[in-house]
């Protein structure tokens, strides 16, 4: 969630789920409307630290990343994430196949925002590489 810098995850628009079959518990993000518009959002983002909104953090989040091993381990696999399956050679593909997939639909989607000008949807694979780009880790322990 952080990766893609979804501030709506710290307060609402996640759900908390346990996998019986590997007893593991699961963050599973929905409604990621908000998403790939930060790319200036720290590591602890939706923490008590770093709110979202006055009061859009998450207690989760701000515990478990005030343990420095766990923390530690957060940022070296956020970093790793962002040098491999989020690097641009392997995004970009990936942004511009969805976008030719939705095109044809997009252009004639009278609902969507600035529905009647459609610049700002033919623009969006643009702007959504420019955060893959622009994205920064800065993963100081503390």
Known sequence: MVL???????RHNVYMVHDLATDKWELIPWDLEIALGDTTAPIDMGTQQHPVSPGGWN?????????????????RRLAEY???IFADAR????????Y????EYG???????DWED???????PGSIKNFITSAK??????
Request: overall charge neutral; aromatic content about 10%.
């Open 107 to 113: 252009l004639l989607d009278w609902r969507k925002i």
């Open 4 to 10: 893609v810098a979804d501030t709506d995850s710290a």
């Open 100 to 103: 030719r997939a939705i095109e």
């Open 59 to 75: 207690m989760l989040r701000t515990r478990v990343l005030a343990v420095p091993e766990f923390r530690a381990y957060y940022c």
């Open 118 to 124: 459609n610049s700002t949807f033919v623009a969006s």
């Open 82 to 84: 962002m040098d491999t």
């Open 137 to 142: 880790c800065s993963c100081a322990a503390r």
């Open 91 to 98: 995004m970009y593909p990936q942004v511009d196949a969805a």
